[in-house]
């Protein structure tokens, strides 16, 4: 009576009770009663009623039938159970699966729902856009099959793990596209347990990580190639950040600087090489970092007795990368190739100055040879033609000897006796300073031969 709006013990007629109910139920509450009446078949159904007052509530009705003595229905024992607060629920379940469903299509990733034997009751459009329409795909552990098959062994039993210690599953596969094609995904799952009489749920996700792989991978063999590169240069490389750390030090930096890679890394030059502070080196570095200029420049490192050549790069990020090489040896054979070369240049000038100076001492040999043959012996005149005589031969022959050294040919120097190379030049020096002056000879004795 209650649930009707009637007060106790108000007993309605079958006419008067199926008034309350909504005009669709009415057809269907008729036909179940009738079957009940007639057949002896029991219902149990929900409906909506409305009460005196207009108010719409659900009510479960359940009945039975009541046979007499002879097997024929007499009566029907039954009741109506307001479930208004069942309804409200379910409704909100309802709504509450509906947004979560839309939640779900709106991801920009695979969502999915599945028991512990993988057989999915939910895919979001993400998943049967990719995979395709083809039936069971998704269903009865048929999700295994998508995978590629190098991956299917490890992926199942990283699901099984997860289930039988209902920890997260987290794992990497190439999974199928309806065209063919494998992509890489990384697939989420937790498991949820929505009621304690039912089994737990598995929510899950899968992300396309098809590129990001592709570009790891690239990554990871245009580094490999890089330090391949790297480690090949006959140059050494270092790099330092803004903070000037070393990030890049290769073989042959490691062999130069004497320190290996592993103390360094990561390390302040400056404070690893303190030599380095308020030199050269370091006020190139920061002008090519402050200013973004590529500079080139020698300087000798004291502490390690070599001369480097460095090129040093501005970083993008801040700092430097510099390529150096000891230049010691080089440097060194470099001055002496110019030592040489400045031999033969003088080498050069001589011969062109000794071959017109032995073509003077030709005329100046013969003039004395034909004035001292007409001279009267004994006469000082004489004598001083022979001085100049013998003086002009020794000139040619020095002229020789620096023609030799003009062509590069070998010299064969010759013993003097200075006393006698002093003696013959008396008469001439004696002519050279005049008769005001002396000139005494002193020879010494037990002299080596020049």
């Not at 330092?240 to 750390?245: C, G």
Request: aromatic residues 8%; proline residues 5%; charged residues 25%.
């Amino acid at each position: 009576a209650r649930l009707h709006g009637r007060p106790t013990g108000y007993e309605p007629t079958p006419e008067e009770a199926l008034a309350h109910f909504d005009a669709p139920d009415q057809d269907r509450m008729r036909s179940l009663f009738d079957a009940c009446i007639g057949r002896g078949e029991p219902f149990d159904d929900e409906f909506r009623i409305r009460d005196t007052a207009g108010q719409h509530r659900w009510v479960r009705v359940a009945a039975r039938p009541v046979r007499g003595a002879t097997g024929k229905v007499v009566r029907l024992q039954g009741a109506f159970q307001d479930i208004g607060g069942h309804k409200a629920a379910e409704r909100l379940l309802d709504e509450s699966l509906r947004s979560w469903r839309h939640l779900a299509e709106a991801m920009p990733m695979m969502v999915w729902t599945t028991d512990a034997a993988g057989r999915q009751d939910y895919a979001s459009l993400l998943v049967r856009s990719y995979v395709g329409d083809a039936p069971g795909v998704l269903s009865d552990h048929g999700w295994l099959n998508l995978l590629h098959p190098d991956d299917q062994p490890a992926a199942d039993r990283a699901w099984r793990r997860a289930v039988e210690t209902g920890l997260p599953y987290e794992h990497q596969y190439r999974l199928r596209r309806h065209d063919g094609e494998y992509r890489w995904h990384l697939a989420r799952a937790q498991r949820v347990q929505l009621h304690a009489d039912r089994p737990p749920v598995w929510y899950g996700t899968a992300v396309d990580i098809h590129d990001q792989i592709e570009l790891e991978r690239k990554s990871s063999a245009l580094a490999a190639r890089y330090e391949m590169v790297l480690e090949s240069m006959t140059d050494a490389v270092i790099a330092l950040d803004d903070e000037w750390r070393f990030t890049v030090i290769n073989a042959q930096a490691e062999t130069l600087l004497r320190r290996p890679r592993t103390e360094l890394l990561g390390q302040i030059a400056w404070d690893e090489f303190p030599e380095l502070r308020g030199s050269r080196f370091q006020q190139e570095y920061q002008r090519a970092a402050r200013d973004g200029v590529l500079i080139r420049f020698e300087e000798y490192y004291a502490p390690l007795g070599i001369l480097l050549e460095l090129t040093v790069y501005p970083a993008q990020a801040g700092g430097v990368t510099v390529y150096f090489r000891d230049v010691t040896e080089p440097r060194r054979v470099a001055d002496q190739l110019r030592q040489v070369q400045r031999l033969e240049s003088i080498g050069q000038l001589t011969g062109s100055v000794a071959h017109d100076f032995n073509n003077l001492l030709t005329v100046v040999l013969g003039n004395a040879e034909l004035l001292s043959a007409q001279l009267a012996e004994e006469s000082l005149e004489r004598e001083l033609a022979q001085t100049i005589f013998e003086a002009a031969t020794r000139g040619a022959s020095m002229t020789q000897r620096l023609l030799a050294f003009a062509r590069k040919q070998a010299l064969s120097p010759q013993p003097v006796d200075v006393n006698r190379l002093i003696s013959d030049m008396d008469p001439l020096l004696r002519q050279a300073v005049g008769e005001e002056i002396q000139i005494a000879i002193v020879h010494g004795s037990g002299l080596w031969q020049a």
